[in-house]
């Protein structure tokens, strides 16, 4: 009976979770780091929290029997891909990464690439309204910045925002482009800062930019280590098919 290791966090790590489970004969474990206080619920087994490294995470591979490993984090979440890469090879067992293709610029839009939240704090203007939809740890480069920020995040935070000028909002994907519209125009934004996360349920915002002739601050993805790597849940389960069957 094969036995799978989701390593989640995304929509699409969810959505794998819920056809491997369908799946008769299949087990399916799925992994969050446990940053998010009340993650929506998945199908089949859930473990939440870090492995202790690398090492950990193929402690964790050889001691639960897992057969194959799916990195279905998020793109921006670097460590836990490269952790996914050097554990899999050390136990031996195959790896199949999932990730979504990156949003592109149309003609007009304006964007800027950038590689990082410093320089994207570094491209924006003296005086902008600025849509900061990093998340809350890529928040501390923008603190130097003489702008007004409104910030969403999925839980409340704990401490207050390291922003002086700044609005708060709340919520968890997927968005929709009338609620992005609004939010927008409420704050009279100029400036969208993003991560290029790529999928659906946070494009909304880009739709939202690009509607408004809002200027996009994008942060390119991190690089990653080379491995087999599909765009979607369907690729995910020919893959497991193939290398389990
Ligand atoms: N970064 C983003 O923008 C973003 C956005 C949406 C969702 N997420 C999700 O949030 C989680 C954390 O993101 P991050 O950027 O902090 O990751 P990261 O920087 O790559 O990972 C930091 C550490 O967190 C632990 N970790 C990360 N993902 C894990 C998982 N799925 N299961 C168990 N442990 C995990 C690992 O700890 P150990 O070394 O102790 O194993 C890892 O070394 C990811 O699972 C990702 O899918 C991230």
Redesign the pocket.
Known sequence: MPRVLI????AEAAALADALSDREGWQVVT???G?TRSPAPVSGELRR?????SD??STYLADDGIDALVDA??P??????V?AVTAATAVGIPLVRVQRPEWRPEDGDRWADVPDAAAAAAALPRGSRVFLAT?RRDLPPFASVDAFFLVRLIDPPAEPLPLADHALTLGRGPFVLDQELELLRHHRIGWLVS?NSGGRGAFPKILAARSLGVHVVMIRRPELPAAPTVVDVSGAMAQLQAKLA
């Open positions: 390593l989640g966090g995304t992994s969050l780091a940053a929290g870090g492995f202790g490294g950990g995470l984090t998020h921006f979440a670097a460590q836990i891909s952790h998340g991560k």
